[in-house]
């Protein structure tokens, strides 16, 4: 689950992490009001939407002359006239793809002094099984271009859970980011204080870009985005209560509610497969045979009729799918309920586009019986290549 930049420093600033103030607005006037409350020489307007490249993306409906998704005023009244502008328009940005992402909340911060900026943050290794801490001097920019460009620039070192941020960690970090005497310590601390955070709050990343030096030598996270670990949200109720799911695929959160393991993508043709690594193999080979997948949808190994139903009605809920392919390899999850389940979803939602049911397994012969008698029209495919043949052409011919 992702949150907010002013949702993520008010959970850093629990821990002591340095943050500048500032204050969320979802109107004008509480934008204005935020500024008089600050009352500084300097604010910056920020849009709230959970994707990068904010400063750099523009909005819909102004000129390619106009500022971004983060500006840098100074007087109330410009606040005002900016909220006024940014508010309610969709912001395009390099993570958000064309489409955007409308602007419901801005966060006016105070100004602050840079003298330098640097990228930190934290990770969870799933291969060592530990949190990584990747830090550059390169901050303000986008990470995976400096990773590409100048790779020497990045540096990397790990924290084993079981023993925590040692001396060590500390000095690696500050010698990664050139940081002497005051900075160093402060460096130190800060680390401390984010790992504490990271393990605290079940993060599953957390990202400072930049984290700044101020004019009056300080560390100061300028800004943070962070996003925490589903399967843990239970013991969260804090961090549960921060989603907006404004910012989600409608889709995504209706399958969120029955279990599902569902990603909308850009493709014409929906997936209903069962187990991770199978609904890999199956967008891979839509897209060898010329297609592209509509989703990532995984039922699970001991999926219901109803959740069954539930997934049908997810993927064509989607106006751009086109086709359907079923991909069921029944070991757990038995073929039967599975076409038990398509058939109840497609009497009730109706069909209508093209439908490739591939079964293998446990009761398939079963299952492929309750398929041929229901009367639908549906295409029986004998192997995933097949599968993927049949409704990859049937698609291309109803076009």
Request: proline share 5%.
């Given at each position: 689950m992702?949150i907010h930049e002013?949702?993520a420093?008010a959970v850093?600033?629990?821990?002591?992490?340095?943050v500048?103030r500032g204050?969320a607005?979802f109107?004008?006037?509480?934008?204005?009001?935020?500024?008089?409350?600050?009352?500084?020489?300097?604010?910056?307007?920020?849009s709230q939407?959970?994707?990068?490249?904010?400063?750099k993306?523009?909005?819909e409906?102004?000129?390619?002359?106009?500022?971004?998704?983060?500006?840098v005023?100074k007087s109330?009244?410009?606040?005002?006239g900016?909220?006024?502008?940014?508010?309610?328009?969709?912001?395009?940005?390099?993570?958000t793809g064309?489409?955007?992402?409308?602007?419901n909340?801005?966060?006016?911060e105070?100004?602050?002094?840079?003298?330098?900026?640097?990228?930190?943050s934290?990770?969870?290794?799933r291969?060592?099984?530990?949190?990584s801490?990747?830090?550059?001097?390169e901050?303000g920019?986008?990470?995976?271009e400096?990773?590409?460009?100048t790779?020497?620039?990045?540096?990397?070192?790990?924290i084993?859970?079981?023993t925590?941020v040692?001396?060590?960690?500390?000095?690696?970090?500050?010698?990664?980011?050139?940081?002497t005497?005051?900075?160093?310590?402060?460096?130190?601390?800060?680390?401390?204080?984010l790992?504490?955070?990271?393990?605290?709050?079940?993060?599953?990343?957390?990202?400072?870009?930049?984290?700044?030096?101020?004019?009056d030598?300080?560390?100061r996270?300028?800004?943070?985005?962070?996003s925490f670990?589903g399967?843990?949200?239970?013991?969260?109720?804090?961090i549960?209560?921060?989603?907006d799911e404004t910012e989600?695929?409608?889709?995504?959160?209706?399958a969120?509610?029955?279990?599902l393991a569902?990603i909308?993508?850009?493709g014409e043709i929906g997936?209903m497969?069962?187990?991770?690594?199978?609904?890999?193999?199956?967008?891979?080979?839509?897209?060898?045979?010329?297609?592209?997948?509509?989703?990532f949808?995984?039922?699970?190994?001991g999926?219901?009729?109803?959740?069954?139903?539930a997934?049908f009605?997810?993927?064509t809920?989607?106006?751009?799918?086109?086709?359907?392919?079923?991909?069921i390899f029944?070991?757990?999850m038995?073929c039967?309920?599975?076409?038990?389940?398509v058939?109840?979803?497609v009497?009730?939602?109706?069909l209508?586009v093209?439908?490739?049911?591939?079964?293998?397994g446990t009761?398939?012969e079963l299952?492929?019986k309750?398929?041929?008698?229901?009367g639908?029209?549906?295409?029986?495919?004998n192997?995933?290549?097949?599968?993927?043949?049949?409704?990859?052409?049937?698609?291309k011919?109803?076009r």
């Open positions: 992702n002013h949702q420093k850093l600033a629990e821990f002591g992490v340095p500048p204050f607005a109107t004008p006037d509480e934008a204005a009001k935020a500024a008089e409350t600050l009352g500084t020489p300097v604010f910056v307007v920020k939407i959970h994707a990068g490249g904010r400063g993306g523009k909005f409906g102004l000129g390619p002359d106009a500022k971004g998704g983060v500006r005023v109330v009244a410009e606040v005002r900016n909220a006024e502008e940014m508010l309610g328009r969709v912001l395009v940005t390099h993570q064309p489409k955007g992402k409308q602007v909340r801005l966060y006016i105070e100004g602050a002094a840079i003298a330098k900026e640097f990228y930190l934290l990770l969870v290794d291969q060592s099984s530990m949190v801490v990747v830090a550059s001097t901050g920019m986008d990470i995976e400096v990773a590409h460009a790779p020497e620039k990045i540096h990397s070192f790990s084993d859970p079981a925590g040692w001396p060590t960690h500390q000095r690696a970090l500050a010698k990664a980011l050139g940081l005497g005051g900075l160093a310590k402060e460096a130190a601390s800060l680390l401390t204080q790992y504490t955070a990271f393990l605290a709050k079940d993060m599953a990343m957390l990202e400072v870009n930049p984290l700044i030096v101020t004019a030598d300080h560390l996270v300028l800004d943070a985005k962070v670990d399967n843990a949200l239970y013991r969260h109720p804090d549960k209560a921060l989603r989600e695929d409608p889709k995504e959160i209706e969120s509610k029955h279990d569902y909308a993508l850009d997936c497969v069962n187990g991770a690594g199978l609904a890999m193999a199956t967008m891979d080979i839509i897209k060898l045979y010329g297609a592209e997948p509509a989703n949808l995984d039922v699970g190994g999926a219901s009729k109803e959740k069954v139903i997934a009605k997810i993927i809920a989607d106006p751009a799918v086109k086709g359907i392919l079923v991909n029944g070991g757990i038995r039967d309920i599975i076409a038990e389940g058939v109840a979803a009497k009730e939602v109706g209508k093209p439908l490739v049911v591939r079964l293998e009761n398939v299952g492929k309750i398929i041929n008698e229901s639908l029209n549906v295409i029986a495919a192997d995933l290549s097949d599968g993927a043949e049949k409704i990859v052409a049937a698609v011919g109803a």
